[in-house]
């Protein structure tokens, strides 16, 4: 990880920046807002990072593969809120978009699983297959409900086509009778062996918010 007053060496940088040139190295880190100075030469030159304009967007460049035209504010905020409140990170990504929205905060569903899918690929998260969440949607509405609901919905379903009802019909039985149609989604897990790097993500977003509030 890029941290202020850590020294690297060329190699070091050449990995997490994927480019081995000088020029592209010091490139890549103008870019990012950092600011640094260099001793030496070649491959024994060592950089010294000196400052960050934003330390929590370099954190989503460099260690969970963002791209710079990322939306971080939008980014930091929805991470703060999926690893801060364990409720909001188990509700499923249509119910996350509404609560993001009614803060003010417009975060597509398709957005909400990009950034989650991004914990899965670096291993921050993983979806335990074996626990879900169930509930009812329908347009921008959301409910909440158990195991058994969920089963009774899809079983009634199935029941409406077998009488020989068609698709279209028996799912708007399950509207009429439940306020939406029954899904699933599992729940996330935080994956315990990298806490030391989600904590140190969260101090940067917890920094990124405090200065933001104080202008």
Same mark, same amino acid.
């Given at each position: ?8 060496? *060329?190699?070091?940088?050449? @990995? ?6 000088? @020029? ?7 870019? $990012? ?7 030496? +030469?070649?491959?024994?030159?060592? $950089? ?6 934003? !330390?929590? *967007? ?34 499923? &990504? %249509?119910? *996350?978009? /509404? +609560? ?9 569903? @398709? ?10 690929? /670096? ?22 409900? &158990?195991? #058994? %609901? ?12 077998? #009488? ?21 989604? !599992?729940?996330? %897990? ?9 904590? $140190?993500?969260? #101090? ?6 405090? #200065?933001?509030?104080?202008?």
């Amino acid at each position: 990880m890029l941290e202020i007053g850590r020294v690297y060496s *060329k190699p070091e940088l050449t @990995q997490m920046l994927g480019t081995r040139s000088k @020029q592209g190295i010091d490139r890549k880190l103008q870019r $990012y807002g950092i600011t640094f100075e260099v001793h030496g +030469r070649g491959e024994r030159a060592v $950089y010294t990072i000196k400052a960050m304009a934003d !330390p929590f *967007k370099v954190f989503a460049i460099t260690e969970l593969g963002f791209d710079g035209g990322t939306d971080f504010i939008k980014l930091r905020n929805f991470y703060y809120h999926f690893f801060e409140d364990e409720v909001f990170m188990a509700m499923p &990504d %249509e119910i *996350k978009e /509404n +609560r993001m929205r009614k803060m003010g905060q417009d975060i597509s569903r @398709q957005t909400i699983a990009t950034y989650t899918e991004r914990l899965k690929a /670096n291993n921050l998260i993983c979806r335990n297959t074996s626990i879900f969440i169930y509930y009812f949607a329908h347009k921008d509405e959301q409910r909440l409900c &158990d195991h #058994s %609901e969920y089963v009774e919905a899809w079983h009634n379903y199935w029941s409406d086509i077998e #009488s020989g009802l068609n698709c279209y019909e028996a799912i708007f039985n399950m509207l009429a009778e439940h306020g939406g149609v029954a899904r699933k989604q !599992p729940i996330p %897990e935080i994956n315990g062996i990298y806490n030391e790097k989600i904590e $140190y993500m969260l #101090s940067l977003i917890q920094h990124s918010i405090e #200065s933001e509030f104080e202008g």
